[in-house]
């Protein structure tokens, strides 16, 4: 019980945090996630025994050119593309290789690809499709759609599962469970659709869907991670949930494809 209270505390104030971040401005939004991710890569560099700090200058530096600069559109789609190959390379070992492979000379592109630049586009998604810049409305949608599907897939999985996702990586995930999830997603985006008016339904309705099968890839993924490093949580910062990035897996590998997604949209309109 004393458990339970503790996440539930500790989750509410990590919502109030973001939400209050993104009503507040986009610089305060953009600031905050530098700060997160900064605490996601230190996360990251322990789980693949790795301690570099020119990676923290990688950081910095590409997040000033394109989260706060955005300062050349071709080489934003460039670095999407490169983030979205080397994704789906992690989403290739996750399903086919027993271990992710982190050697040396792949950690680096693996926490530049897969964790920083997916960050970068986390903050690049609300003025996409928007000509005042930001849209705070798209991504506090965007967070309510992954907290909405990781919740009812927990809820669902933990009533209903019988039949296990990929259970040699997360033995509590199940197919229930994750369909559960998919379909409030769904529902959750028309509430979105109806109370927001942003966007049109058939796109929240798309975002769902990408949010619900990345996010869960997403989550795997950081799964394998610990696995390989023998932990059972990425950190300890947050009571109850474990490491930032613990919090943050689903949303993080998310975020290129949603970004790739309203890119395609906006252009085809």
């Known amino acids: 019980m004393r458990e339970a209270i503790i996440r539930t505390i500790s989750g509410l104030l990590y919502i109030s945090i973001l939400v209050v971040s993104i009503l507040s401005s986009e610089l305060i939004f953009i600031s905050l996630f530098y700060l997160l991710g900064l605490v996601c890569l230190i996360e990251m560099q322990k789980l693949l025994h790795l301690k570099s700090y020119v990676l923290y200058i990688v950081q910095a530096l590409l997040f000033y050119l394109f989260s706060f600069l955005k300062f050349n559109k071709d080489a934003t789609i460039l670095l999407l593309i490169t983030?979205?190959?080397?994704?789906?390379?992690?989403?290739?070992?996750?399903?086919?290789?027993?271990?992710?492979?982190?050697?040396?000379?792949?950690?680096?592109?693996?926490?530049?690809?897969?964790?920083?630049?997916?960050?970068?586009?986390?903050?690049?998604?609300?003025?996409?499709?928007?000509?005042?810049?930001?849209?705070?409305?798209?991504?506090?949608?965007?967070?309510?759609?992954?907290?909405?599907?990781?919740?009812?897939?927990?809820?669902?999985?933990?009533?209903?599962?019988?039949?296990?996702?990929?259970e040699r990586i997360s033995p509590n995930k199940t197919i229930e469970g994750f369909l559960g999830g998919v379909i409030f997603s769904l529902i959750g985006s028309y509430f979105i659709y109806s109370l927001t008016g942003s966007l049109s339904l058939p796109i929240w309705l798309g975002l769902s869907l990408i949010l619900s099968v990345f996010g869960t890839l997403g989550d795997l993924i950081q799964s394998k991670f610990k696995r390989q490093a023998g932990v059972k949580d990425s950190g300890s910062l947050m009571p109850g949930h474990g490491g930032l990035f613990d919090r943050l897996d689903s949303i993080i590998f998310a975020s290129p494809f949603v970004y790739a997604y309203l890119h395609i949209l906006s252009y085809v309109s």
């Not at 992690?90 to 690809?113: A, H, N, Q, S, W």
Request: aromatic share 16%; glycine share 4%.
């Open 83 to 166: 983030t979205i190959f080397v994704n789906l390379f992690l989403v290739k070992d996750l399903l086919i290789v027993r271990k992710i492979p982190v050697f040396e000379k792949k950690k680096y592109v693996i926490i530049i690809f897969y964790l920083i630049s997916s960050v970068i586009f986390l903050t690049l998604i609300p003025s996409i499709r928007t000509s005042d810049g930001f849209n705070q409305y798209l991504v506090i949608g965007v967070f309510f759609l992954i907290w909405t599907n990781d919740t009812f897939a927990y809820i669902v999985g933990k009533n209903l599962g019988r039949n296990k996702l990929l």
